[in-house]
């Protein structure tokens, strides 16, 4: 199978570990486990519950504490409707896997996480893509979306809230998706790992499984929930569904650890505690990140409205990728590049970091681009 090189996952393999400040980075800053085990409030108990946890392979499908601790993300879901996988990126892969076949026609909203139009692509289905315009507030045009529906659309692929735009659809856009799908029996899946971070409310959006018998959504540990390292995804969908796509996990998974799914099920009771620490993170330091975009002549965005990513504009006579490297290289900053999200003149800012290095990394940002302004009009006749 050939399948095209991940473009932002390259990008973070080269340079994440050689900077300064990394403003590409996705997550909330992550947390320890001795942070998490004090928000749980169970420092006495945990090492006396992994010391008696047999290192086997555990539930097959998820232990039932952390399927049940999932499903009360939602709605209308129930540990039935639960499947854990290794991260969201296991769980799309999984999905995209049992669902799409040579040949289907595939819709995907891009920009989006790679994984939602290159595997499609890789299968050998036929992928058209609707592309999300800034004068939209990056929202899909569902007029668009409805045009390019046909009767043998399989799945509409997308995620909410949006990496890397920060733009959220509410649950009346999710309902229209829906209601446009059910027109061709398309599935809609939402990869929706960045639910939880909205700048507003409790942090939640509708998700599209509790709104659409044949949406699928995906989420993971690793953002609201700062706990990347434990490698926990899910899928939440019709219980048909995922006794299909069991099929395909018993060729790659069997099983998700035992620890990591403890310590995930630990972190979902208590997520009350991990959520008000990532809003406070996450509002805080958008608003940072507004007073910055505010005084740079250069750069311009729509302002996010969830998620820890930020797509910005920049106003200089460079390939998105040099101007990269060579902030890298010149400042210690690292931000992704747009051309590694076919995005080319964008840049994608990771907000979520903690707030010292945010504020120092984009110092050292204005610093570069004064520089490069300096340059540009130096050059000029």
């Known amino acids: ?30 947390i320890t486990l001795g942070e998490l085990i004090d928000m749980a409030g169970v420092d006495n108990s945990v090492l006396g519950e992994l010391r008696g946890m047999r290192m086997g392979y555990g539930a097959i499908e998820g232990s039932d504490r952390l399927r049940d601790a999932v499903a009360g993300l939602y709605e209308t879901q129930s540990r039935e409707n639960i499947l854990t996988t290794h991260g969201t990126i296991g769980a799309n892969a999984l999905v995209h896997q049992t669902l799409i076949s040579r040949g289907d026609h595939v819709i995907a909203i891009v920009p989006t996480y790679q994984q939602h139009y290159s595997i499609p692509e890789s299968i050998g289905a036929e992928v058209e893509l609707l592309h999300l315009r800034p004068e939209n507030g990056f929202l899909p045009d569902l007029n668009e979306l409805r045009a390019m529906m046909r009767p043998d659309t399989r799945m509409i692929a997308t995620n909410n809230p949006n990496n890397p735009t920060g733009a959220l659809m509410d649950r009346a856009m999710l309902a229209e998706i829906a209601e446009i799908a059910r027109g061709s029996e398309a599935w809609v899946l939402c990869d929706e790992v960045y639910r939880g971070t909205d700048q507003t409310g409790d942090g939640y959006t509708a998700s599209i499984c509790d709104l659409y018998d044949r949406g699928i959504s995906t989420a993971g540990m690793s953002k609201a929930y700062s706990l990347a390292g434990l490698r926990v995804g899910w899928v939440a969908g019709p219980q048909a569904l995922l ?6 996990r018993d060729y790659n998974t069997i099983s998700v650890g035992g620890i990591d799914e403890y310590f995930s099920a630990l972190a979902l009771e208590s997520r009350a505690q991990i959520l008000d620490r990532a809003h406070r993170i996450t509002r805080g330091n958008l608003e940072i990140l507004a007073d910055w975009v505010e005084a740079e002549p250069l750069i311009s965005w729509v302002k996010p409205q969830s998620g820890t990513t930020a797509l910005v504009q920049y ?7 040099d101007f990269c490297t060579q902030l890298l290289e010149e400042e210690g900053v690292l931000f992704t590049p747009g051309s590694a999200m076919d995005m080319e003149g964008w840049l994608r800012i990771g907000f979520a970091n903690s707030t010292a290095d945010l504020q120092d990394g984009l110092t050292r940002v204005s610093t570069f681009l004064a520089r490069q302004s300096v340059a540009q009009t130096a050059t000029q006749p």
């Open 1 to 30: 199978m050939k399948i095209a090189t991940f473009g932002v996952e390259m990008w973070m393999n080269e340079f994440e570990n050689h900077c300064r400040y990394n403003l590409a980075e996705t997550c909330v800053d992550s």
């Open 243 to 248: 006794e299909k796509i069991m099929i395909h």
């Open 315 to 321: 106003d200089l006579p460079l390939r998105s990728r």
